[in-house]
């Protein structure tokens, strides 16, 4: 799995431009993390953690400044973008470099908040240390895909690797796997669709590259590619479920 990551994860100017191509056709034009933002108790969130924080992005949306943020990534290439997010929202920043689920490197009853946005389906084993971590009281943040993410695609291919992947933790079973945890759990949806033209194809393609990885386990991206384009140039326009959901979970 290490290896899809590093791939898929390692690169962000890659991760920076899909999310343009993400943001730029969404249906939904408002960012989720303004949604989140309107979710948790800002007031009460001092210390936070940042579970597969990668380089920062729920950090550069964040409004306020925290005692302190730590992000846990497996990548060592997302430490220098994170910290430079962190260091101008927190009095203090730390990054550490983790291959989850492991200990996590802190006391009992130490963060306010606990992130886990959309990287929990890469280490739902870990959902035990975060109830230990957190503060009696303090909230986990999960944000997620559907399992109808893949529906569109599944016309044509199978894709098993990702789906299963995405069932370890989905908008469908998330509320499941967080109540054997914790004593609350809410949620908010978000529901949007991914919409391309026929003058999109190059948006398209980069945004399938983004997952080629993991789509690799089940069949070879440039036919995926190939096809799909084949598709939207045939029919003018090709849909995408984006559907979320926003987890929170109280300790």
Known sequence: MLEHLIESYGDEDLHRRV???????STNREDIR???????DWPSVRRILDLGCGYGWLESSLNGEFEEILGVDALEENARPFLAAAH???????FRRIVLPASLPRESDSFDLVAAVYSLYFFPGILP????VLEPGGTFLAVTHS????????????FRNLRG?????????GEEKLRRY???VTYVDY???????????????LYIAFKAEFISKDVDPTAVTERLLEELHRRGSLSFNKNDRIFLARK
């Open 19 to 25: 999310g343009w191509v993400i943001k730029t056709h």
């Open 191 to 205: 529901s949007n669709s991914l919409v391309f033209t026929r003058e999109d194809g190059a948006d398209l393609a």
């Open 182 to 184: 914790f004593r609350a």
């Open 88 to 94: 101008a929202k927190a009095r203090k920043a730390d």
């Open 34 to 40: 303004a949604v989140v933002g309107r979710s948790l």
């Open 129 to 132: 240390e975060v109830g230990r």
């Open 165 to 173: 992947l995405i069932e370890c933790f989905s908008a469908e079973n």
């Open 147 to 158: 399992e109808g993410m893949l529906e569109e695609g599944e016309e044509f291919f199978h």
